[in-house]
């Protein structure tokens, strides 16, 4: 069996149960539930497992690589495959970041979230 790369392979990473079975709840102190995509430490709704539909996909994706690896055995293909979901993942990490940042940024500046919204997402 091969190891998880990067940040995703902490022993405390959320469980990657199969469909119809519940993963067990993370929970931020104090502000609710995280997203379950390692790595990811952004609130989402309740009910909702991700954060956002990126986050599901990458979640997926990083499950699907392993289970590859895992299925295939260690080699180069495999390796480049893992490689890549977790630097997307990683990268996305970092997106969401930088927009938060700057959000508040805006927020500090005097925008509201309707300003923000119609400026960052078209939407307004």
């Known amino acids: 069996?091969?190891?998880?790369?990067?940040?995703?392979?902490?022993?405390?990473?959320?469980d990657r149960s199969p469909a119809g079975v519940s993963p067990r709840r993370r929970k931020r102190r104090g502000?609710?539930?995280?997203?379950?995509?390692?790595?990811?430490?952004?609130?989402?709704?309740?009910?909702?497992?991700?954060?956002t539909l990126v986050?599901?996909?990458l979640s997926d994706e990083l499950s699907a690589a392993q289970r590859l690896a895992e299925a295939i055995g260690p080699n180069e293909a495999t390796a480049k495959l893992r490689t890549a979901a977790i630097e997307a993942a990683d990268a996305?990490?970092?997106?969401?970041?930088?927009?938060?940042d700057l959000r508040s940024t805006a927020h500090s500046v005097g925008l509201s979230d309707e300003q923000w919204a119609a400026l960052a997402y078209g939407i307004g």
């Open 92 to 100: 996305w990490t970092a997106y969401t970041q930088l927009s938060d």
């Open 55 to 57: 986050c599901r996909r």
């Open 31 to 51: 502000r609710g539930l995280i997203c379950l995509r390692d790595g990811c430490r952004r609130g989402r709704a309740g009910g909702q497992r991700y954060c």
């Open 1 to 14: 069996m091969t190891q998880p790369l990067g940040e995703h392979s902490s022993p405390d990473a959320p």
